[in-house]
């Protein structure tokens, strides 16, 4: 083979692991959410009409893949996407799309 430049196979790997997270049409509603505004679960519940338990385990994903972070206040837990990385990729493929 050519001399290519290729990361290595654990980083390719996870880079597949983390495109398989966005395969998931409640996460990505959850990171639009999220993309406009900080929310606690039961109000992301509501807004997407999804069971709490059903937002819980999708932020709980995203929350070990670094797409989101979690800050305390009082009784409440709010979400908010972990940086500006996570909305590039989903503002590119956005644009992919409607090319």
Do not use: C
């Not at 606690?40 to 009409?49: E, H, N, R, S």
């Not at 837990?77 to 644009?95: F, P, T």
Request: no cysteine; glycine share 4%; aromatic share 6%.
């Amino acid at each position: 083979m050519d001399n290519i430049n290729m990361p290595d196979e654990e980083l390719l790997i996870d880079l597949a692991d983390l495109y398989k997270v966005f395969g998931d049409y409640s996460r990505i509603r959850i990171m639009y959410v999220l993309l406009q505004q900080e929310v606690p679960v039961q109000k992301l519940a509501d807004m997407l009409d999804m069971t709490q338990s059903a937002v819980s385990h999708q932020l709980k994903i995203l929350k070990q893949n670094k797409l989101v972070k979690a800050r305390r206040e009082g009784k409440n837990i709010y979400y908010s996407l972990a940086d500006h990385h996570v909305r590039n990729i989903l503002d590119m493929g956005k644009e992919h799309l409607e090319e």
